[in-house]
């Protein structure tokens, strides 16, 4: 089973329409784990180096379930 701070962290890179392959090369993080289908979470200096690279406060990943449901919903108002 996958960590959740490791499932918070690619689905923002994804939405964000970040490349995983220019993040992998810029921060040294295996490009697998920076994807949906990772098998491996991200360890600890992993994720506080993405964090960095994504200019976020590491404890702000609890809430980017909520930023995420925030931007979909504006971009549903501004596509009608």
Not at 23 to 34: A, C, D, Q, V
Not at 49 to 58: D, E, F, G, M
Request: charged share 30%; net charge negative.
């Amino acid at each position: 089973m996958k960590d959740t701070m490791t499932r918070k962290l690619q689905a923002y890179i994804q939405i964000n329409n970040y490349s995983p392959e220019t993040i992998s090369e810029e921060t040294g993080i295996p490009y697998i784990k920076l994807t949906p289908d990772a098998q491996r979470p991200l360890n600890g200096e992993e994720m506080l180096r993405l964090c960095a690279y994504l200019h976020i406060r590491p404890e702000d990943i609890d809430q980017m379930q909520q930023w995420e449901n925030k931007k979909s919903q504006s971009q549903e108002l501004t596509s009608d």
